[in-house]
């Protein structure tokens, strides 16, 4: 029965669906040439055949990263496009550690950003050795020597990269090689196809929810119903009774039950009677944490940024304005949940997975099972979305999967993966966090003064990442962005590290979910308060003339001063985050639930040279859709206890297609360097929805998310 289950990619493949999109994906390449390849340093090889393999070292969980790293390379090698293909690369951090991480690592919106002149000096390297390769080859001048989409020529003398690749494997690389200059470029700035798409669409392309392997085992385990809960009794017999249950066995992260197939996994683990010791647990609900949180940011907090004197501005105001904004615990939630394959054979690990951190994982799993990294082998593989969730200071999903390997014997392949369940409730949220503000205006309109403390737990704290995240007692994630943007005659900017027991973690965006939001609400009030226009008000108090170029292009790509349908209003807001520039209009209506129906987002984005500003739109759209979803419906909520009260898309709410708003994305001509992309589209959202909300309605929305009883 079981070979006759269609597998997702067998599906795909037999479907009569795919019209061949794109281009053919490399990381599974079949015919590779026997000869050797000319490999001339880390990132690309080239074999007979032609092909040109970018090998990439950031996780691809669909925010481009393989596609705009092979851009970068294959420009300044003059490769042509439809002989590239790309691979990952295994965990080593001497050759691939992200230069802003120093080991293996994709976050912070750094994949392009820190590879930038990494992957243009290893192109333009591989250029001059195949040039010069011709150019002995031919017996002519160096300077005769020409390079064009995979052919190197001099006069009647031509040969492909193919041709050249024994002889140029013979050279030495150049020390310095010379980069092209912008105007010389033909890949880098234009919308070239993505690598994985046709992969994708033909099921070709492989996740970890792909592997199987002969005699493998799935396993799913039942975690303790509130964090910090630990097993103290197991009652297995129901679970052993399923069919197609192998096994149960207790670890320190929950029950684990293993089984022949997912399903008689999941089964198993319904059928489990854990008694649970929850004496070091969290129970506090979602209200306790958030009165507690709103009670410490009544006082000023450690010092983050201060000039002037604002109590005293605030105090000698014409009027004056206060609010305090709540924002819950937010679930990154990605479509493929956490998942891997672990494998010995002899003294040999193989691991199948997604993972966001190459090497810290690889050391967590080897370190689990005593086997020397020198033994093992990761198999990266595409992922199904992150948010930040497949990255964590304690690699504990890695542990865990290396613990369930080893508690069944570690004799058989183990497939252990998170049901939609363990992933919602599994923590690692965004923080809870309670800003509260306080600003005032002259009698000229003007802004006089402006305060801000916020609370909330620091996801540095306690971890190894500790040091790099916490400096003389401040976390700059909870207040990032709060002082960098506008100039106001007297600030104060504060924070509570708070203590909890719920794991947080950073979520798409980071701080600037809750700072952005915060800042752009209050600001538009504020601006309001004084009779400013909302865009003309920003431009005025704006530090920074990329973050002004931004609101003024997309100001003007609205027609901001015309007048919305009858029905709807308009919001703005802008903010940088991750070196990269964004500002955001939206036109929203009264939904039929009672929260803002978002018609249409307006954006202009500045993120440096844009290397495929196809890449950067999707990124975009993705951003504002993510982000509107979470904004509108989505909250982890503690229930009695410190029960988590969701568990799947029927309570956490995301954004349907339907709901999905039309995107218009302005792209600011740049000669900086690259920077974010992936995460800088969703700081703006919330606020500029809720600003037109707020003149829609009246009503400001200052507790997230919108469906909030508080805000209907």
Same mark, same amino acid.
């Given at each position: ?92 951090? /001497? ?17 392009? $950003? ?50 050249? =690749? ?7 690389? &150049? ?17 070239? *196809? ?67 197939? %997912? ?15 929850? $004496? !070091?647990?969290?129970?506090?609900? $979602? ?27 605030? /105090?000698? %105001? ?21 998942? =891997? ?69 570690? !004799?058989? &392949? ?94 798409? $965006? ?63 807001? =802008? ?28 954006? /202009? ?7 495929? *500003? ?65 995460? *800088? ?17 009246? !009503?400001?929305?200052?507790?997230? &998310? ?7």
């Amino acid at each position: 029965m079981h070979a006759l289950l269609p597998t997702r990619r067998n599906f795909l493949q037999s479907s009569g669906l795919v019209f061949g999109l794109a281009l053919p994906m490399r990381g599974m390449a079949k015919g590779a040439a026997a000869a050797a390849p000319f490999t001339p340093n880390a990132f690309v090889r080239v074999s007979p055949d032609n092909l040109v393999t970018v090998v990439i070292k950031h996780v691809e969980f669909g925010q481009g990263p393989a596609t705009g790293l092979a851009t970068i390379l294959a420009d300044e090698m003059d490769a042509d496009w439809s002989q590239v293909r790309v691979e990952f690369a295994p965990a080593n951090d /001497a050759l691939y550690k992200n230069l802003a991480f120093g080991t293996m690592g994709t976050g912070g919106s750094s994949a392009i $950003s820190n590879s930038w002149m990494q992957m243009r000096n290893a192109g333009a390297s591989a250029r001059a050795m195949l040039a010069e390769a011709g150019a002995k080859r031919w017996g002519v001048p160096a300077s005769t020597m020409k390079v064009s989409k995979g052919v190197v020529s001099s006069g009647k003398n031509r040969a492909s990269f193919g041709e050249l =690749a024994a002889d140029a494997a013979m050279l030495k690389p &150049p020390e310095k090689p010379i980069l092209k200059t912008p105007e010389q470029w033909t890949l880098i700035g234009t919308d070239v *196809p993505k690598v994985d798409s046709a992969a994708k669409t033909d099921g070709s392309a492989m996740f970890t929810m792909d592997i199987r392997r002969p005699g493998m085992v799935h396993s799913a385990i039942l975690h303790p119903p509130v964090f910090g809960g630990a097993v103290s009794r197991v009652v297995d017999a129901a679970a052993l009774a399923t069919p197609g249950v192998l096994a149960v066995r207790a670890l320190p992260q929950g029950v684990v039950v293993y089984a022949r197939d %997912s399903y008689a996994a999941m089964k198993g683990q319904a059928a489990l009677d854990v008694t649970w010791d929850l $004496s !070091k647990a969290e129970k506090r609900t $979602s209200e306790q944490l958030y009165k507690t949180f709103a009670d410490a940011v009544r006082m000023p907090g450690k010092q983050v940024e201060k000039h002037g004197d604002v109590d005293a501005v605030l /105090a000698g %105001s014409a009027k004056t304005l206060e609010a305090t904004y709540l924002f819950p615990y937010l679930a990154h939630a990605p479509m493929e949940p956490l998942d =891997a394959v672990i494998e010995m054979n002899g003294d040999k690990l193989d691991v199948w997975m997604g993972s966001q951190f190459q090497v810290g994982e690889m050391g967590a799993i080897c370190g689990t099972l005593g086997v020397p990294m020198a033994n093992a082998t990761l198999h990266e593989q595409f992922a199904g979305g992150s948010f930040g969730r497949r990255a964590t200071p304690f690699m504990e999903f890695a542990v865990e999967a290396a613990s369930a390997f080893k508690a069944y014997g570690g !004799k058989s &392949p183990i497939k252990h993966v998170w049901t939609r369940e363990n992933d919602i409730r599994g923590g690692r949220y965004r923080p809870l966090t309670v800003h509260r503000l306080r600003g005032g205006i002259d009698d000229g309109g003007n802004i006089t003064g402006w305060e801000q403390v916020v609370a909330a737990q620091s996801f540095f704290k306690n971890t190894p990442m500790e040091p790099m995240g916490i400096k003389n007692g401040v976390d700059d994630s909870l207040t990032e962005g709060i002082a960098d943007a506008y100039n106001f005659p007297a600030t104060y900017v504060g924070q509570h590290i708070m203590e909890g027991g719920v794991p947080t973690l950073w979520w798409r $965006s980071v701080g600037n979910t809750h700072t952005a939001y915060a800042m752009e609400c209050f600001l538009d009030e504020l601006l309001e308060l004084g009779g400013k226009d909302a865009v003309a008000g920003r431009l005025a108090l704006m530090k920074e003339a990329r973050l002004k170029g931004v609101l003024a292009k997309v100001a003007e790509l609205a027609n901001w001063g015309k007048k919305p349908p009858a029905g709807r209003a308009r919001g703005v807001a =802008a903010w940088k985050s991750f070196n990269s520039y964004v500002a955001q209009i939206a036109e929203v209506s009264v939904g039929p639930e009672g929260v803002p129906k978002v018609h249409k987002v307006w954006c /202009a984005v500045d993120c440096g040279i844009p290397v495929n *500003p196809n890449v950067i739109r999707a990124q975009i759209e993705g951003g504002i859709g993510y982000g509107l979803g979470h904004a509108l419906y989505s909250e982890i909520v503690l229930g009695e206890g410190g029960v988590v009260a969701q568990g799947n898309f029927d309570s956490y709410r995301s954004l349907r297609i339907g709901e999905m708003p039309e995107v218009e994305v302005a792209i600011i001509k740049s000669s900086e360097d690259p920077s974010g992309v992936g995460e *800088p589209g969703l700081p703006p959202l919330a606020p500029a929805v809720a600003n037109a909300w707020r003149k829609l309605t009246g !009503k400001a929305v200052r507790r997230l &998310p919108f469906i909030h009883g508080d805000n209907r």
